[in-house]
């Protein structure tokens, strides 16, 4: 019985490596939700990035995947407002919710206006690496709403990271689990 379970165990371990090896080199993969071509009540772009997000949220917004774009991020709040005005964006379809500091903030307070909005479904704009962690997110805080993910490919490729992309790249690996054993958030 003991062989049994030794190979059981070693097996597990093998697997595990691997997956832990594809994650570390595919992140690309692993990492990226891209739900393709979806319309939606809402477009939501996540703060942060390298400002490709309001880029990506424009071209949705201009491509009708969504009537509507809600801004959700303190900081770059203002910056990705002028940059989706900048792209063609009116004024008057963009609401900025600027208070949130963290990804689960973004989904907790962006859902306090989808809710008063009788909004059911949104496009979460944010970056290829960001775009599971996010999904998930909003997802679990808002089981009654249908959330698409249309991730910017900025600095997709390998050979266009940075060090700055790399680190946030490996930090989503820590995040996954973390919010998953701290707010209950299932990457998967």
Avoid at 66 to 75: E, F, K, L, S
Avoid at 105 to 119: F, Q, S, W
Avoid at 131 to 136: D, G, Q, T
Avoid at 157 to 167: G, H, Q, Y
């Amino acid at each position: 019985m003991k062989k049994i379970l030794s190979k059981v165990a070693l097996i597990f371990l093998l697997l595990l490596a691997l997956l832990a090896a594809a994650a570390w080199f595919l992140p690309q993969d692993f990492l990226t939700v891209d739900s393709g071509t979806v319309k939606a009540d809402v477009i939501i772009i996540l703060g942060g990035g390298s400002h490709e997000r309001p880029l990506r949220a424009a071209e949705l917004f201009k491509e009708h995947a969504a009537p509507a774009v809600i801004i959700t991020g303190a900081g770059d709040d203002e910056i990705n407002r002028r940059l989706l005005l900048q792209n063609g964006v009116p004024p008057a379809v963009i609401q900025v919710e600027g208070k949130s500091l963290t990804t689960r903030e973004n989904a907790e307070l962006t859902l306090r206006l989808l809710r008063a909005e009788k909004v059911h479904s949104a496009i979460l704009v944010t970056s290829w690496y960001h775009s599971r962690r996010a999904l998930a997110c909003f997802e679990h805080f808002a089981p009654e709403m249908k959330f698409y993910s249309r991730p910017s490919y900025f600095a997709f490729t390998r050979k266009d990271w940075s060090r700055n992309i790399t680190k946030h790249i490996y930090w989503e690996y820590a995040k996954l689990p973390g919010y998953w054993i701290r707010y209950g958030v299932c990457p998967f």
